[in-house]
């Protein structure tokens, strides 16, 4: 995300993609729940696919 969650850490997990998108701090493990369109706004990068090391997918 662009900001700093307040526990210092800037990876988050994505746990549920719908309407609405919950994501999981990777550091403390607190999870909130954002609007598609919120959160396409304050997403930076992808880091990670899930079940890829690498960062790329396929």
Same mark, same amino acid.
């Given at each position: 995300?662009?900001? !700093? ?5 800037? #990876?988050? !997990? &994505?746990?549920?993609?719908?309407? *609405? ?15 598609? &369109? #919120? ?8 880091? !990670?696919?899930?079940? *890829? #090391?690498?960062?790329?997918? *396929?």
């Amino acid at each position: 995300m662009k900001k !700093q969650h307040p526990c210092g850490s800037n #990876e988050w !997990q &994505i746990t549920r993609v719908g309407a *609405d998108i919950k994501i999981k701090c990777i550091n403390c493990g607190r999870s909130i729940m954002l609007p598609r &369109i #919120e959160f396409n706004k304050k997403m930076k990068k992808v880091i !990670q696919y899930e079940g *890829d #090391e690498y960062g790329k997918k *396929d």
